[in-house]
């Protein structure tokens, strides 16, 4: 994990006894700061904020940019409509509430951009497809696009030799009825780290979403819905062996934007695998210079 931890932790909703929290990185002397919103991954089913790569951590003095990583709640307790309300939620807080949280002057909530890596950036293609006034840009990483694809409604094998757990071993997570959770800790700490590639073996995304069939999963596939809703300016970043999600899911939506006339940038690197942006020494001076342009 990197070395450095975030300035404030502020709980943005509350469901109940359920705080939902988000992570605020604070650049120097900051004044009118653009925002960069980042949802972790996990397929909806398992993670938390603290996640965040290195190189968005290290952004925020680089660029100068307010970073804040926000949980949300976790299927299947919570269907994804309802992960959804947390989203636009998140994003209602960050526009009404945190300026004045942070002080006058300290960020500036009309420059927003918003990413996620994998199931994050799935929450990133839906804030840019249905929330208003949308974020200037978006940078979905790695992003699942459609629980309904070709990827996530075959079994697949676990990605890197990951262990793969039994139904019996993950009942307890699977109970809808179970209390709701807004973040999960890590293998072998916690079990539930475990649903990921639990998911990928069983082929049921849509199901632990609570969106079986195609009517009910219909807002919830990106690129069918780019026409309708459109897009903010969007950078892609997916590498073309990804074994946790397939690349396949975003060449799909990039092929609609360019198609439609939309602002993508799609960094497709060859040979790389899910995680790609995770290491300490990990730069992308091209995906913020698109970001920073936008904002």
Avoid at 73 to 88: G, M, N, S
Avoid at 118 to 126: E, K, V
Avoid at 171 to 199: E, F, T, W
Wanted: hydrophobic residues 35%; contains cysteine.
């Amino acid at each position: 994990m990197s070395s450095i931890q975030p300035d404030q932790t502020i709980t943005y909703k509350k469901i109940g006894s359920l705080q939902i929290p988000m992570d605020i990185y604070l650049p120097k002397s900051a004044k009118n700061a653009p925002v960069l919103l980042w949802f972790h991954g996990g397929g909806l089913l398992q993670g938390r904020r603290d996640l965040l790569a290195p190189h968005m951590r290290n952004g925020v003095q680089t660029y100068g940019y307010v970073c804040i990583s926000a949980d949300y709640r976790l299927a299947p307790q919570a269907t994804v409509d309802e992960i959804f309300e947390d989203v636009k939620d998140c994003i209602s807080f960050i526009r009404d509430e945190l300026p004045t949280r942070l002080g006058e002057g300290v960020m500036d909530p009309t420059r927003l951009a918003v990413s996620g890596s994998s199931a994050g950036g799935f929450l990133t293609l839906l804030a840019g497809l249905y929330i208003e006034p949308k974020p200037q840009v978006i940078i979905p990483i790695y992003p699942i696009t459609d629980p309904l694809g070709v990827f996530f409604t075959n079994s697949q094998p676990a990605p890197n030799g990951r262990y793969s757990a039994s139904q019996e071993e993950m009942a307890d997570y699977l109970d809808i009825k179970a209390p709701p959770m807004a973040n999960c800790g890590k293998v072998p700490g916690d079990p539930r780290s475990h649903m990921y590639v639990y998911m990928l073996r069983c082929a049921n995304l849509a199901k632990l979403w609570g969106v079986p069939d195609d009517k009910s999963a219909a807002p919830y596939r990106i690129s069918r819905r780019i026409y309708e809703y459109g897009l903010p300016p969007t950078y892609i970043l997916h590498g073309d062996v990804d074994t946790a999600v397939s690349v396949e899911q975003s060449d799909e939506v990039a092929g609609a934007m360019v198609g439609l006339g939309l602002t993508v940038e799609y960094e497709r690197p060859h040979g790389e695998d899910h995680f790609l942006d995770n290491g300490e020494d990990y730069q992308n001076n091209a995906l913020y210079s698109f970001m920073m342009r936008h904002l």
